[in-house]
């Protein structure tokens, strides 16, 4: 069955540094998404993406952070000058098309510690 | 922004039916019901989806009385492995496709 991969599976960082976590979505899909769950926390949505522009974007998702999609394959988030408080658990998902009746696909996640 | 309720947390034996309730009160006519499942340290996963009456696929029943205000997701015989968190997600409005989490239930599977 295909999966979402996520790279780097942790990554520790000092505050006020940049940081990047890669995402390969599902290669048929066609929406990407970026979501994070801080520790004992509810998953929150981050940003939505599509055509190789944003969709949808929560408050979370402010000027620090930005999504691409380098290539055919990867999906990143830039994080620009991290945080204490962004230390969490990031989730990239894909679906094949929008709409909550399709099916989003989560990766296994980048545990982000930030020290 | 539709609001679910469920409950924070269940305990269950091993090989007994669960039946996880969800409130949602102001679901909009035309949005479907959805859950997703989450294992500690993993991304959430799709369980099942309905917009009325009975859904049923190799995991989960989903049943949605007429009113649609609420939904019970039935898993039978869980096993120490469906140990998890069970999310009943909420409707963001209208064009939006993002994933509304609440906190969930976790479901405590015993030996």
């Known amino acids: 069955e295909p999966e979402v991969t996520q790279t780097p599976s942790h990554q520790v960082t000092q505050m006020g540094q940049e940081v990047i976590l890669r995402c390969v979505p599902i290669s048929n899909h066609l929406y990407f998404y970026w979501y994070r769950q801080i520790l004992g926390q509810k998953v929150e949505f981050l940003v939505s993406?599509?055509?190789?522009?944003?969709?949808?974007k929560s408050e979370i998702f402010d000027d620090q952070f930005s999504v691409e999609r380098p290539d055919g394959s990867n999906f990143t988030l830039k994080i620009r000058s991290t945080k204490l408080e962004d230390s969490a658990m990031y989730f990239c998902a894909s679906s094949e098309a929008g709409g909550r009746m399709y099916e989003q696909y989560f990766g296994p996640g980048t545990r982000l510690t930030v020290t | 922004l539709a609001k679910t309720t469920q409950p924070i947390s269940m305990d269950s034996y091993e090989g007994q039916e669960v039946n996880i309730t969800c409130s949602h009160n102001?679901?909009?006519?035309?949005?479907?019901i959805t859950w997703y499942q989450q294992f500690p340290s993993q991304g959430p996963r799709f369980i099942i989806q309905g917009y009325k009456t009975k859904v049923t696929n190799e995991v989960a029943s989903l049943f949605i009385p007429a009113d649609r205000k609420s939904s019970t997701l039935s898993l039978p015989r869980v096993s120490l492995s469906d140990t998890a968190v069970y999310y009943c997600?909420?409707?963001?409005?209208?064009?939006?496709?993002?994933?509304?989490f609440g906190k969930g239930t976790k479901l405590s599977v015993i030996p």
């Open positions: 993406f599509y055509n190789n522009e944003i969709s949808e």
């Open positions: 102001n679901i909009a006519t035309n949005d479907y």
């Open positions: 997600l909420g409707d963001p409005g209208a064009g939006s496709y993002q994933l509304t």
